[in-house]
T-cell receptor
């Protein structure tokens, strides 16, 4: 089945540690995204990538880093510089030719302990 | 500055009745609008979209209405079912813009 796979589903991190969230898609989509959702809030864009080896900062990129070495993969690293990393993280993707319908993965819960 | 606003954080409706969710936007360059549905601890799923050349789009029980002059759109769910209980997000973008702007969401509860 085609889709977007995020892993791990649940992750605990100690303060001061970096952690990487995985996102893989087999939809042959060009663009990939990382969003963050906090309780009672909407989705805020962290980073996005339109093509391989290229990515742009979203609205809340501070404390995060990404890479796009392959079309299928867009990992997100939450660094120790991120002040409030505990959140629900969503990866998404879309094809570049079918308008703006973005499709989401199942999400990853990150808790800092 | 939030460009997409959902001013009602929650909505409670009886099963079988109509649910009406509202969304306002401020960016006049937006010309493509979407609604997503989200259950707890899951990713949002795409529901329905509308482009600015239309004022209505219907898909089964879901209808989206767009009022460009008022910069307002709404989602109607008729009839509401228990499985419709979820958070609904409104989103908007300019055509071929790679980014979507999301509202804060409206939590819908369908009562038996």
């Amino acid at each position: 089945d085609g889709g977007i796979t995020q892993s791990p589903k649940y992750l605990f991190r100690k303060e001061g540690q970096n952690v990487t969230l995985s996102c893989e898609q087999n939809l042959n989509h060009d663009a990939m995204y990382w969003y963050r959702q906090d309780p009672g809030q909407g989705l805020r864009l962290i980073y996005y990538s339109q093509i391989v080896n290229d990515f742009q900062k979203g609205d809340i990129a501070e404390g995060y880093s990404v890479s796009r070495e392959k079309k299928e993969s867009f990992p997100l690293t939450v660094t120790s510089a991120q002040k409030n990393p505990t959140a629900f993280y969503l990866c998404a993707s879309k094809t570049g030719t079918s308008g703006n319908t973005i499709y989401f993965g199942e999400g990853s819960w990150l808790t800092v302990v | 500055d939030q460009q997409v606003k959902q001013n009602s954080p929650s909505l409670s409706v009886q099963e079988g009745r109509i649910s009406i969710l509202n969304c306002d936007y401020t960016n006049s360059m937006f010309d493509y609008f979407l609604w997503y549905k989200k259950y707890p601890a899951e990713g949002p799923t795409f529901l329905i979209s509308i482009s600015s050349i239309k004022d209505k789009n219907e898909d089964g029980r879901f209808t989206v209405f767009l009022n460009k002059s008022a910069k307002h759109l709404s989602l109607h769910i008729v009839p509401s079912q228990p499985g419709d209980s979820a958070v609904y997000f409104c989103a908007a973008s300019s055509y071929n813009d790679y980014k979507l702007s999301f509202g804060a969401g409206t939590t819908v509860t369908v009562r038996a």
